[in-house]
């Protein structure tokens, strides 16, 4: 979790790892499959968000 919030500041690993975490997860448990899901989707989140906020200012 620690490494996907670092790799946040990038924007586009973010959805790469998010990936990783998910497919990790479903390995792990069903609890782990929750954890991956939120994850790859704060990756694309974190892209979208920082495309249009880098362009705005």
Do not use: W
Not at 12 to 18: A, D, E, T, Y
Not at 44 to 55: D, G, T
Request: with cysteine; glycine share 16%; charged share 20%.
């Amino acid at each position: 979790m620690k490494e996907v919030m670092t790799i946040g500041l990038s924007g586009r690993s973010v959805v790469k790892m998010g990936v990783d975490v998910g497919i990790i997860g479903v390995h792990v448990g069903n609890l782990e499959v929750h954890v991956g899901i939120i994850a790859v989707h704060v990756g694309i989140s974190e892209c979208h968000i920082r495309k249009p906020f880098s362009r705005g200012q």
